[in-house]
């Protein structure tokens, strides 16, 4: 069994409601995988589904050969899978430092030394420590959200759409230290608009359209198909 | 000489007022904290002032217990019975929407009023406090119990910033203010959160309420006569900001008093619905804003 495996998935947000429909998706450890597809596709109902923000009504998810439907988000953060939301994914009236400890709510006994760390990888954040969340850039608020998520030492990280929002310099920054982190041997799954980005810094990417896989293959392959650079890339 | 007259009548009221605003801040923080987590108004914080009003009472002439562990007692039963009143009733309302809850409050604040009614009767009560001389100084005139309550309060009020500020607990619960569904992937556990807040802020319901009775006099209404006051404190500065209440009770209290020099005391109340409608007109979201902390 793999690392992360999720077999003939069917959820949404409410019972009736149908966004992925039947979906198979596998990370393995280590590696980063992108989701690229048109909006409704299901990219971030994906990503909800394995947060454990949304229960499917069919299929299995599984972390680590571990069941992780019908499990509560926060066990889940706890089993090493951290999730990223695209929006309001910061408390903006607490400072830095103070998102960071309630990043590491799970594992109180570790919060300092890995705040240390934390901070020494991303010197932006270390600067403003003190500084309200609400006071910092787009692209800040970015690395701050995921800043938090890896405060637990996570194996599997979860990112919905991080560079939204963002101007192109602190785009390439952030999908920067998206690399950085994945050399430490943690998992991504990006969920991105910004596929032609995306796909140059995943190993692995998945198109879905419709609630479905339409391709799936090797990054640079894909990003090299025709058809994908019509849809997705401009040209 | 007159002048002389009004100037000392002027800071006799704007000492009283600084004195009522710091003491009303306390239930304010409470009504604001449960905002500021449950998202609703929660005006049985009437009924909770009033219980924690005749807890003390109970713990101070009945048992003889002197102010400081009696108002540790207003806290505590008050506390219990926002816990057990909210897990047992407002909780189910929740998922009808903030209004509903909000009007669930008001029906629970009439039942625990008289509840207390049919326990202690309608008489006044007043607490069993040593007599003592006010302090005179330039004309002014204070209550050595007044400055009692008033380091009380302060106390009470630092303690809470300093709980939301530097424990994990209060942290935890600020991160719930800010952002509940962020905070629950984060790991903080919502239900826990909300039962402490629904012990806290009516525990300082309570506190409050002794406070305010501690200067007077209690009856079954002591709570229902303030939350206005306490509302409007909590509006003036932001529903769910504690700095806000703190600030908006300020504003209350000293408003109140000011307005003494020129209207009969039997208006005084429509201070607190004046600053409510100024607010709501002019800076709906309060003066500090709706930040929790």
Known sequence: MGFLNVAGVVAGYTAADEILKGLDFTVAAGEIVCVIGPNGAGKSTLLKAIAGLLTPSRGAITFKDRSLVGVLPRDITRLGVAYVPQEHNVFPSMSVSENLEIGGYVAPARTAERMGQVLAR?????????HAARTLSGGERQILAMAMALMVEPELLLLDEPSAGLAPAAAERLFEEVRAVNRDK???VLVEQNASEALAVAQRAYILVDGRTSRTGQARALAADPDIRRIFLGG | MREQRVLTQFLQ??????MAGTILAVPAIGLTVIFAVLRFPNFAVASHATIGAFAGYVANVSLGLPVLPAIVVAFLVAGLVGLASDELILK????AG??????????LTIALENVVRFMFGNELRGYDLPLMR????????VGPQQVENLAIALAVTAAIFAFLAFTRAGKAMRAVADNPTLAGIKGVNGETIARTVSFVGMGLAGLGGMLLGLDTSIDPLTGFRAILSIFAAAVVGGLGSVPG???GALVVGIGEELSLLILSPNYRSAVGFLAILLVLTVRPRGILGQRAY
């Open chain 2, 134 to 141: 006010d302090w005179r100084f330039a004309g002014l005139r």
């Open chain 2, 13 to 18: 009221l704007l000492l009283n007022g600084a």
């Open chain 1, 122 to 130: 991303f010197p932006v954040l270390a600067n403003k420590r003190r």
């Open chain 2, 245 to 247: 209440a703190v600030v």
């Open chain 2, 98 to 107: 903030f209004i509903t809850t909000a009007i669930g409050s008001i029906a």
């Open chain 2, 92 to 95: 189910p309302f929740r998922a």
């Open chain 1, 186 to 188: 943690v998992a991504i």
